[in-house]
């Protein structure tokens, strides 16, 4: 194993190194380096690339081209010259905790109910991508599990196998492999051919939340985060979580109820406020003759469904009606008319009063952004 070039390998925990520069390219503004050996893992199945520096040039990019890593960098490195490299630490260890638990989580799914790992990626959370189907009392089974697997600090092993003892290992492979394979163990989760970086114990994990789950394909997608990830989401839900409490009286771990009666109480009111504005609407319905040329009505604000119901109303009573609502310089309106293809009015009215909408030749409806005063003005002198 000492003539393994990819230093990651054997050791995750090498956080600097030292090597030779073998070629430096120029490449728009950047430069590609490679060198005789390296701790940088480069960018490769779901796990992101590491940074850090070379003699104080920062590394931006690591990629694996057949056989050739390459560092891109945003300065020079003299080829032949000898370099000190050193990761960023922090970012490493982040990718090393959620690599880790993607393994525990992905492994105790397949050991399970027998799904496979079909697609993976580490974003800003950890997407995992399953070929069957799973419910959140199934996850919450698994989160349980993998955060004991976390707790027991298993020791997490990297074996070598050669092609003989490969045949007749039982693991989890996104493809057929052949020569030198890397086998990652975390014993009572995964067995899992793997190349990136895990923490040595699984204690180091920390902690394993899984945050959601959607359908995909024929399967599902998880969501999930590890290690200080996970702690941070934890601790922001919590803070919410809090001030949802403080708003409403309630006990933190029954919040839930407390909006859920919220919810139930805003929506009674809803109702009574729309029968309340209905019965005034029909109050002003009355106050209006028969037989008008044109009807504008203000109201305050209401929902759509009303405002085109009054709207139908006041139509009975006049050739036009148009009714708006809502306070200031913010207006949703509907018009309708018997009389006037309002569809060829609605660009001078929208131009005229700040407003967007539009629609049928005897209906149109939409916003304007004027006062009251400027609406009534401009919709006498465009309809009549």
């Not at 959370?125 to 989160?143: M, R, T």
């Not at 109820?257 to 929506?267: I, N, Q, T």
């Amino acid at each position: 194993m000492a003539d393994f070039r990819e230093l990651y390998d054997l050791d995750a925990y090498m956080k600097e190194f030292d090597a030779e520069v073998l070629s430096c390219t120029k490449k728009d503004e950047l430069y590609e380096i490679v060198l005789s050996q390296t701790a940088f893992y480069p960018e490769g199945g779901g796990q992101p690339a590491d940074h850090g520096t070379l003699n104080g040039v920062h590394v931006l990019d690591v990629q694996e081209k057949g056989k050739t890593i390459i560092h891109t960098c945003d300065g020079p490195l003299e080829e032949g010259s000898s370099v000190h490299g050193a990761i960023d630490w922090e970012r490493r260890f982040d990718l090393m905790q959620n690599h880790t638990g993607e393994h525990i989580v992905s492994g105790l799914i397949h050991n399970t109910y027998g799904y496979e790992n079909v697609g993976f990626h580490m974003g800003e959370v950890i997407q995992i991508d399953f070929n069957g189907p799973l419910d959140d009392e199934q996850l919450a089974g698994i989160e349980t599990r993998a955060n004991q697997i976390v707790m027991n600090n298993e020791e997490i092993i990297a074996l070598f196998p050669d092609e003989k003892e490969l045949e007749t290992m039982e693991f989890r492979s996104k493809k057929e492999l052949h020569g030198v394979v890397r086998i990652i163990e975390v014993p009572g989760a995964d067995v899992c051919a793997c190349c990136g970086t895990h923490v040595k114990r699984t204690g180091e994990v920390g902690l394993i939340k899984i945050l959601s789950r959607q359908k995909h394909k024929k399967g599902v997608r998880v969501e999930m985060l590890s290690g200080k990830r996970a702690l941070a989401y934890v601790q922001k839900a919590m803070a919410e979580n809090h001030k949802i409490s403080v708003a409403l009286s309630a006990k933190e771990l029954e919040t839930a109820e407390a909006v859920d009666a919220l919810l139930k109480s805003s929506f009674a009111k809803e109702v009574r406020i729309r029968e309340v504005s209905e019965k005034l609407l029909a109050y002003k319905l009355n106050a209006y003759e028969p037989g008008q040329k044109l009807i504008v009505d203000f109201a305050d604000e209401l929902d759509r469904t009303v405002i085109r119901r009054h709207c139908n109303a006041l139509a009975e009573k006049a050739e036009t009606a148009a009714v708006l609502s809502g306070e200031g310089e913010m207006w949703n309106y509907f018009i309708i008319s018997h009389t006037v293809n309002l569809r060829e009015k609605a660009d001078q009215l929208n131009s005229a009063l700040n407003g967007r909408g539009g629609g049928m030749p005897e209906m149109i409806q939409g916003s304007f952004r004027a006062s009251m005063e400027e609406i009534d003005r401009i919709m006498h002198e465009v309809l009549g």
